[in-house]
């Protein structure tokens, strides 16, 4: 199986900063990761598709890069909205896994 | 518009089985990828399987191959996945979600929780 290591497992920021969040795959996955958003109480939400690709409706504050075995989520400008928990996730090969999250908080 | 509903709170005893709905409006759940994945309390995502459009294909976790199966009823636009011998450590929010293409997960249900406990 794949493994996918996000760091930090958790971070503090402010509103208004730039915060960035890396994922690595133990092996190479192209550009075949998402990346989710998820809020207490609620279900995924897909931001990012193909590494790089906004998902529709997401706004262009978030934003993606990498390929192979390293990749990014970068978020400018946090809001107060943007609390939450991030996961990547590699659809590259079966089984699909995830990140174990970053947990962004004031 | 593209939504999924998910069937209620489930609980079960050890060794038990469970299975859960997931039905679709708005979209042809046919054309779509479904994927099953699972929260426990506060713990991250665990991805299960795959139910791919057409034929359809099915797709497992091999964590998850021996007591899974994920089925679609084309009559009803459902889609279900059912689990047996539950163990505690199958505690968790149980969520569907489709998208039109490898690597879309732009819908998802509201999750269903299943709690195993004697």
């Known amino acids: 199986d794949i493994q996918m290591t996000q760091s930090p497992s958790s971070l503090s920021a402010s509103v208004g900063d730039r915060v960035t969040i890396t994922c690595r795959a133990s092996q190479g996955i192209r550009n075949y990761l998402v990346w989710f958003q998820q809020k207490p109480g609620e279900a995924p939400k897909s931001l990012i598709y193909?590494?790089?690709t906004l998902q529709s409706g997401v706004p262009s504050k978030f934003s993606g890069s990498g390929s192979g075995t390293d990749f990014t989520l970068t978020i400018s400008g946090l809001q107060p909205e943007d609390f939450a928990s991030y996961y990547c996730h590699q659809y590259s090969s079966h089984p699909f896994t995830f990140g174990g999250g970053t947990k962004v908080e004031i | 518009q593209v939504h999924l509903v998910q069937s209620g709170a489930e609980v079960r005893e050890p060794g038990a089985s469970v299975r859960i709905s997931c039905k679709a409006s708005g979209f042809t759940f046919t054309t779509y990828y479904i994927h099953w994945v699972r929260q426990a309390p506060g713990q991250g995502l665990e991805w299960m399987g795959v139910l791919n459009p057409g034929a359809p294909t099915v797709i497992y976790a091999q964590k998850f191959q021996d007591r899974v199966t994920m089925a679609r009823e084309t009559s009803t636009s459902t889609v279900y996945i059912e689990m047996g011998s539950l163990r505690s450590e199958d505690t968790a929010v149980y969520y569907c979600t489709a998208g039109e293409f490898h690597g879309d997960y732009s819908t998802w249900g509201q999750g269903t929780l299943v709690t195993v406990s004697s």
């Open positions: 193909a590494a790089s």
